[in-house]
């Protein structure tokens, strides 16, 4: 089944008097389980594909679908719970809040729509669990290595049980040691909880390990690599 649709996209930046064209009628879907890279040089597209996708940003045309459910004619209130329960995000710099703790960071989206306190917490403690954290829940991220960090950062965009995971040049940051165990860990939960994973990267350690490759060049898809 299709969690994403995009269809003839076409985003275009105006500063001043000059006009950009970031994107030109892309149409990509994407399927359960999928675990996809789009990739390209600066300037190809990458960040303003993942930014419709994730419904942060509005197509000047074209429109996204997510689960069949058309993003074009919603509110911004409509948007937010659409991405809110259908998404979540892992950053290049992680993103967490430093005055919150692990545990903490990680319940806060569901406590922002109104998920119990003790609920919250009780999922929060599961997936923190799951990925090998069970024992620094209580320290925030200024006590945390980078690939620890980035462990909490999955967790958090897990905890919603979305059926899509965007993660924007999730290993960047990390040396050799933790972008290959933070790449195991999304292959696995990518395969244990089914949830479709699209990377932005230009890290050859995660293109060599993805099943798809979207190549981006001037706002266009030239080539579209399923492995395997």
Request: hydrophobic share 40%.
């Amino acid at each position: 089944m299709k969690v994403v649709q995009t269809k003839k996209l076409k985003k275009t930046y105006h500063f001043g008097d000059t006009e950009v064209t970031a994107l030109r009628e892309v149409c990509l879907d994407i399927e359960e389980e999928e675990f996809i890279a789009v990739w390209g040089p600066s300037g190809s597209g990458k960040s303003t594909l993942c930014n419709l996708v994730g419904l942060l940003d509005t197509p000047t045309s074209g429109e996204v679908l997510i689960r069949e459910t058309s993003a074009k004619d919603l509110n911004d209130a409509q948007r937010s719970d659409l991405r809110n329960s259908s998404i979540g995000f892992v950053f290049q710099n992680f993103n967490l809040i430093p005055v919150l703790t692990a545990l903490e960071n990680v319940m806060l989206p569901l406590q922002v729509t109104g998920v119990p306190v003790v609920e919250a917490r009780e999922r929060a403690q599961k997936l923190l669990q799951e990925v090998d954290l069970g024992d620094r829940m209580g320290h925030r991220p200024v006590k945390m290595s980078g690939g620890q960090q980035q462990r909490v950062a999955i967790a958090r965009a897990l905890v919603t049980n979305p059926i899509l995971v965007l993660a924007d040049e999730p290993t960047a940051n990390l040396d050799t040691k933790n972008a290959n165990l933070i790449i195991d860990l999304m292959r696995r939960i990518n395969r244990d909880c089914g949830a479709a994973f699209l990377f932005s990267t230009h890290d050859d350690r995660l293109l060599d390990r993805v099943d798809r490759r979207v190549h981006l060049q001037d706002g266009v898809i030239i080539e579209d690599d399923r492995r395997g």
